[in-house]
């Protein structure tokens, strides 16, 4: 009896161990990101973050070179897209591309990897005809798409980091024999442990449907009885497994882009969600109007299982990092390709803008000492911080009320949390935040309902209109 219980006992542990063999070992940092109780914070292991961040560094800028000198289009026999920098600028850019793309050793190294040696305006090779339509790319995406990239932009090592082929691209995947006689039916790509949905059992393709395909991603109903949304269990699952790929890719928890009381709000979502919103438009841009285009310049062997061209999604930039390469601005120092604000022709822009999101902005509480209505250090403080989020959502207002404690008379208490209130609005003042964006609101009752000294009621509430 006792040996039987032993195994058991001994079975039971190493199971136990099994299961925790797929958990991160401790410590785990937690920062909190959004309002108390409302779980948005974000967990990082520091011992995984240590490897991103080294994947993550961007190479030294190339000096920069004259502007002045003939134009390399008229030097040069074939240059379609690059003609307008000088001989000087052209080459630099050539050295460029040659380090983030082209392989560092063997018979391919170098200028070699894009060009016929005995003759470089020769496009025989099909790397250099991708390589010039991957400029056009890149300026595409810095001159057009700042409501995603910003000012930071990408070069090409965003993508290739010294590589030839990007680390991360995908492809559609091989048909499935369907065993629809079978006990396991048609499977709808699920239930096939793959890296792409952290193994999980979702589908496994969420790219061909919404980065090349825009199937519809919104699944909520937003009425209380099924009335006249018809999206499935399948559609939803499909939707789960494009967040898993955008939450792996950013190194990020579901969090970062929404407010887990209400996943599909807009307006309670931080302002990550809209850029979000923006990189599914611009990557299925640039599959459909970049990358297929090129299928028939690609040699057969480089295409994916059904003949189509390699393409991106947010991990072929992100590689792991909310921001590519931390966001390291690199292509402020390649205006030839859009970087630094250069003007190049804009292509046609979606129409299209983001729902509108969360400003960001959050309520903030200032206290003070009995009887006074000087700012502490610690009020100071709160202000700064509250000063620089309204700088950057340029709309929003807020509202001043002053309290006061019960101890004390009435009348006098009444002129000292006014005095308070202007203390908050005369610190935002001074930070630069004009009048007509601070208004002042007389509470109800500006008396605490507890008697006596309590000090939360020694405050100001700032709250955002
Ligand atoms: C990743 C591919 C790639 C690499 C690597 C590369 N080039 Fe180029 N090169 C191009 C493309 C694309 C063009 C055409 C640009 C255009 O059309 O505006 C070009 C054009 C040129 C031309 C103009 C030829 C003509 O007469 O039309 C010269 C010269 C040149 N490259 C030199 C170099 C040198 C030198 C190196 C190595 C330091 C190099 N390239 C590395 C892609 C590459
Ligand atoms: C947004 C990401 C992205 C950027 C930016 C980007 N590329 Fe690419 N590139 C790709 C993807 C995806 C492929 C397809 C990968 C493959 O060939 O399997 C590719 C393929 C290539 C290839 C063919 C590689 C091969 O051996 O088959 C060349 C050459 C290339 N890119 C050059 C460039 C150059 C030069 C730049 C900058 C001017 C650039 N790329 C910028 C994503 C990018
Ligand atoms: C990088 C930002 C980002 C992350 C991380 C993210 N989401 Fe999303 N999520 C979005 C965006 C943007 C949309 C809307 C897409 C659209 O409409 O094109 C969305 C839509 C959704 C929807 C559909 C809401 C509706 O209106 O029906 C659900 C559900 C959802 N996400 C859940 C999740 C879950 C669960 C996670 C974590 C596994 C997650 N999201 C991670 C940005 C994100
Ligand atoms: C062409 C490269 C590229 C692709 C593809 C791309 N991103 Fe980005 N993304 C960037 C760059 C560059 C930034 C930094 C912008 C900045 O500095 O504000 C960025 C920023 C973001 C941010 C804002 C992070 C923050 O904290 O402000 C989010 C969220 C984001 N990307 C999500 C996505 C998602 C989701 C996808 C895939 C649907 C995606 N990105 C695809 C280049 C890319």
């Given at each position: 009896m006792i040996r039987v219980r032993l195994a058991s006992i001994v079975l039971a542990a190493a199971a136990v161990g099994t299961l925790l063999a797929g958990c991160e070992r401790p410590p785990i940092d937690n920062v909190q990101v959004g309002f108390r109780g409302v779980a948005m914070e974000q967990n990082y292991n520091p011992r995984l973050m240590a490897a991103v961040i080294e994947a993550n560094q961007p190479p030294a800028p190339l000096e920069p070179a004259s502007a002045d000198g003939p134009k390399a289009s008229a030097v040069y026999q074939n240059v379609k897209v690059l003609g307008d920098l000088s001989v000087g600028q052209f080459a630099r850019s050539m050295v460029a591309m040659s380090n983030w793309v082209a392989p560092k050793e063997g018979p391919e190294a170098g200028c070699v990897y894009c060009h016929n040696p005995a003759n470089f305006?020769?496009?025989?090779?099909y790397t250099k005809v991708v390589a010039r339509r991957m400029v056009q790319m890149t300026q595409n995406i810095n001159v057009n798409w700042k409501q995603h990239v910003a000012a930071t932009g990408v070069t090409c090592y965003t993508c290739h980091r010294g590589q030839p082929v990007p680390a991360n691209v995908w492809f559609d995947p091989a048909p499935l024999k369907h065993d629809v006689t079978g006990l396991l039916g048609d499977r709808a790509l699920q239930n096939s442990p793959a890296a792409s949905v952290k193994l999980a059992s979702l589908p496994y393709d969420p790219f061909g449907p919404y980065l090349a395909g825009d199937k519809p991603i919104r699944v909520q109903g937003d009425t209380a009885l099924p009335t006249g949304n018809r999206a499935s269990t399948k559609q939803t699952e499909f939707t789960y497994s494009l967040m898993v790929h955008m939450s792996d890719s950013l190194g990020v928890n579901c969090t970062y882009c929404h407010n887990s009381r209400s996943w599909q709000d807009w307006e309670q979502s931080p302002p990550q969600r809209a850029t979000a919103w923006y990189g599914i438009r611009m990557a299925r841009q640039l599959n459909n109007e970049y990358m297929t285009p090129l299928t028939g310049t690609f040699p057969a062997n480089r295409l994916g299982p059904t003949g189509d061209v390699p393409k991106l999604n947010c991990a072929t930039c992100h590689q792991g990092a909310y921001k590519p390469l931390f966001g390291a601005p690199m292509a402020k120092d390649h205006p030839e390709l859009g970087g630094g604000g250069a003007a190049l022709p804009k292509a046609a822009m979606p129409a299209a803008a983001a729902p509108a999101v969360s400003s960001g902005l959050a309520p903030a509480t200032v206290f003070f000492a009995v009887g006074s209505a000087a700012l502490t250090d610690e009020g100071s403080k709160v202000l700064v911080g509250l000063a620089s989020s309204m700088k950057s959502s340029a709309d929003a207002k807020v509202a001043i009320s002053g309290f006061h404690s019960a101890a004390g008379s009435l009348a006098q208490n009444q002129e000292l949390a006014k005095q308070r209130a202007f203390a908050v609005r005369d610190a935002l003042k001074a930070a630069g935040i004009p009048e007509d964006r601070l208004v002042l609101e007389k509470p109800m009752q500006t008396e605490a309902n507890v008697s006596g000294e309590d000090p939360r009621s020694r405050r100001v509430d700032v709250a955002v209109r």
């Amino acid at each position: 009896m006792i040996r039987v219980r032993l195994a058991s006992i001994v079975l039971a542990a190493a199971a136990v161990g099994t299961l925790l063999a797929g958990c991160e070992r401790p410590p785990i940092d937690n920062v909190q990101v959004g309002f108390r109780g409302v779980a948005m914070e974000q967990n990082y292991n520091p011992r995984l973050m240590a490897a991103v961040i080294e994947a993550n560094q961007p190479p030294a800028p190339l000096e920069p070179a004259s502007a002045d000198g003939p134009k390399a289009s008229a030097v040069y026999q074939n240059v379609k897209v690059l003609g307008d920098l000088s001989v000087g600028q052209f080459a630099r850019s050539m050295v460029a591309m040659s380090n983030w793309v082209a392989p560092k050793e063997g018979p391919e190294a170098g200028c070699v990897y894009c060009h016929n040696p005995a003759n470089f305006a020769d496009d025989s090779k099909y790397t250099k005809v991708v390589a010039r339509r991957m400029v056009q790319m890149t300026q595409n995406i810095n001159v057009n798409w700042k409501q995603h990239v910003a000012a930071t932009g990408v070069t090409c090592y965003t993508c290739h980091r010294g590589q030839p082929v990007p680390a991360n691209v995908w492809f559609d995947p091989a048909p499935l024999k369907h065993d629809v006689t079978g006990l396991l039916g048609d499977r709808a790509l699920q239930n096939s442990p793959a890296a792409s949905v952290k193994l999980a059992s979702l589908p496994y393709d969420p790219f061909g449907p919404y980065l090349a395909g825009d199937k519809p991603i919104r699944v909520q109903g937003d009425t209380a009885l099924p009335t006249g949304n018809r999206a499935s269990t399948k559609q939803t699952e499909f939707t789960y497994s494009l967040m898993v790929h955008m939450s792996d890719s950013l190194g990020v928890n579901c969090t970062y882009c929404h407010n887990s009381r209400s996943w599909q709000d807009w307006e309670q979502s931080p302002p990550q969600r809209a850029t979000a919103w923006y990189g599914i438009r611009m990557a299925r841009q640039l599959n459909n109007e970049y990358m297929t285009p090129l299928t028939g310049t690609f040699p057969a062997n480089r295409l994916g299982p059904t003949g189509d061209v390699p393409k991106l999604n947010c991990a072929t930039c992100h590689q792991g990092a909310y921001k590519p390469l931390f966001g390291a601005p690199m292509a402020k120092d390649h205006p030839e390709l859009g970087g630094g604000g250069a003007a190049l022709p804009k292509a046609a822009m979606p129409a299209a803008a983001a729902p509108a999101v969360s400003s960001g902005l959050a309520p903030a509480t200032v206290f003070f000492a009995v009887g006074s209505a000087a700012l502490t250090d610690e009020g100071s403080k709160v202000l700064v911080g509250l000063a620089s989020s309204m700088k950057s959502s340029a709309d929003a207002k807020v509202a001043i009320s002053g309290f006061h404690s019960a101890a004390g008379s009435l009348a006098q208490n009444q002129e000292l949390a006014k005095q308070r209130a202007f203390a908050v609005r005369d610190a935002l003042k001074a930070a630069g935040i004009p009048e007509d964006r601070l208004v002042l609101e007389k509470p109800m009752q500006t008396e605490a309902n507890v008697s006596g000294e309590d000090p939360r009621s020694r405050r100001v509430d700032v709250a955002v209109r």
